[in-house]
């Protein structure tokens, strides 16, 4: 069975946990996995519902926070039973997407066979365990600040069909959160 390896800081600061902003009961944890080389098996197993969670494609992450704005949004829309997808780890991945195709959506933020790379987010602790996740991944546990390192900036422009011109009002960041907290009320 595929090792992860750590490098340093800890398990602990390596994965952060982050609140949701609108019930204080809500939480993610966020972990960088970096020089993964099983990422078929992984998600083999993550198709097939051996492992809870959502993996994340780190290349069209800008920060943090744009996780945990889409978790918010699979948070809100599962409150009060208007999810467009099976459970919160799809719906995450489906609010990170400026799309309405789900399936568009899995493809462009969810895990590939041949990603080198994964964000894993796991919701209140319910989901599978990071450790026991840890098991399954053959790459290395790293620390959530070198996420830039690991996005592609072309690429989220792309997705997200950011123009140079609104770059020059906001950041990158700026204008992803907009779109993903406007995507049912505007079309992008």
């Not at 972990?31 to 494609?57: C, H, P």
């Not at 919701?123 to 546990?141: F, R």
Request: charged letters at 20%; a neutral charge; hydrophobic letters at 40%.
């Amino acid at each position: 069975m595929p090792r992860c390896t750590q490098t340093s800081p800890p398990t602990g600061m390596a994965a952060r946990v982050f609140g949701n902003f609108t019930s204080s009961s809500s939480t993610i944890t966020v972990a960088l996995f970096s020089d993964v080389s099983n990422s078929k098996d992984v998600r083999e197993m993550l198709i097939g519902g051996k492992i809870e969670a959502a993996f994340v494609k780190p290349s069209v992450i800008v920060d943090p926070w744009q996780v945990q704005v889409a978790a918010n949004k699979a948070f809100h829309l599962d409150k009060i039973n208007k999810k467009s997808t099976r459970n919160i780890y799809t719906e995450i991945l489906y609010s990170l997407s400026p799309s309405k195709n789900i399936t568009d959506s899995f493809k462009k933020f969810g895990l590939a066979n041949e990603d080198t790379s994964v964000l894993v987010v796991i919701v209140n602790n319910q989901g599978t365990p990071l450790e026991d996740i840890q098991t399954h991944i053959a790459g290395q546990l790293i620390t959530l600040d070198s996420l830039p390192e690991h996005t592609d900036e072309n690429l989220v422009k792309k997705i997200y069909k950011i123009k140079e011109a609104e770059l020059s009002v906001g950041s990158l960041l700026d204008a992803v959160v907009s779109r993903i907290a406007s995507k049912d009320i505007a079309p992008v």
